[in-house]
């Protein structure tokens, strides 16, 4: 049995399992995956609006 992690990418808002997410980003003790590079930029640029 294989155990699958879905998260919600806070960018796009799409859902994203942890193993095909473009990156698992910890910010302030909390996981995030973003499913694109581009994700990745906008998170970087102000994690406080999607956390
Ligand atoms: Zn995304």
Do not use: W
């Not at 699958?4 to 796009?12: A, G, H, L, N």
């Amino acid at each position: 049995m294989r155990h699958q992690t879905i998260f919600r990418d806070p960018v796009c808002g799409k859902k994203v399992n942890k193993n095909k997410a473009h990156i698992i980003i910890t910010y302030q003790g909390r996981e995030y995956a973003l499913c694109c590079p581009k994700c990745q930029s906008e998170f970087e640029k102000a994690p406080e609006k999607y956390t």
